[in-house]
């Protein structure tokens, strides 16, 4: 049974490779940097990325930047030194909900300058790097320590969430449709085992390398190609109906449950 089961996976795998979607390289979205900021003190603060490079995308040292129209804090960061070299290339803005984004052509390798006008009190960070498309940091405004967000750790649960969904839901789903048997829930287990790999596999790495824009572009097509492989094997292997019953049931399954994964997937990641 599993072995008709993955052998009927692998064509439809194999046949899905040679269809080919032009993406071109020059539009889209573009990486961001997110930071969260905890321990804020109880005066104004504004934040910036300092940048290892003195241009990076439409961004420069010493270019304009109108972002801040208060005359002493754009001095000051158009002034400020970095000891290890690091350049202010603009996009300095006051915190007023305790998060700073960096929404276009953010810098890959940074620091966080934070700058108290008040006090005069700076904090600047160890070196960052961008670690996905969409990169999410804490920074705690007590000591000046960053971490990363968890975006393995948080995907993977999200993945395990999802999985026990989709299998309780398609299985609630057959009943309806008449596989009751012992076969029919096994056969049901192992296939959406297979396609969920395959299909969060790709959705993550999407995710993870191009952003949720590109995520929420080919959610319908990876959610098209599982109903493809699932309604296959069923007709296949799902023996208590008829082909027809066997197949409308794949594709009652896949639309109920590519709902249920799109949201889930917008919610818990």
Known sequence: MKKRILSIFAIVCLAMSFTTVPVKADVGPKPSVHIRFENEPGEPYYVTLLSDQSTYGPWSAGGSDSSIKDPEINAFFNEY?????????????????????????????????????????????????????????????????????????????????????????????????GFRSGKARKIILITNLLTQILLNAVMGVLDYSSGLLVWLLFFPLMELIVMLIESVIYAFTLKEQKPVRRVVYGIVANIVSAILGFFTGILIG
């Open 81 to 177: 030194k970095d000891p290890d070299g690091f350049y202010y290339i603009g996009n300095a803005a006051q915190v007023t909900d305790g998060s700073y984004s960096w929404t276009y052509y953010p810098p890959k390798c940074f620091k966080i300058l934070v700058y108290f006008p008040q006090s005069g009190n700076v904090i600047v960070s160890d070196v960052q790097e961008r670690f996905a498309f969409d990169s999410y940091y804490t920074c705690d405004l007590k000591d000046g320590t960053v971490t990363e967000n968890p975006y393995i750790r948080d995907n993977l649960i999200g993945f395990a969430i999802r999985l026990v969904l989709t299998i309780l839901l398609e299985y609630l789903i057959a009943l309806l449709f």
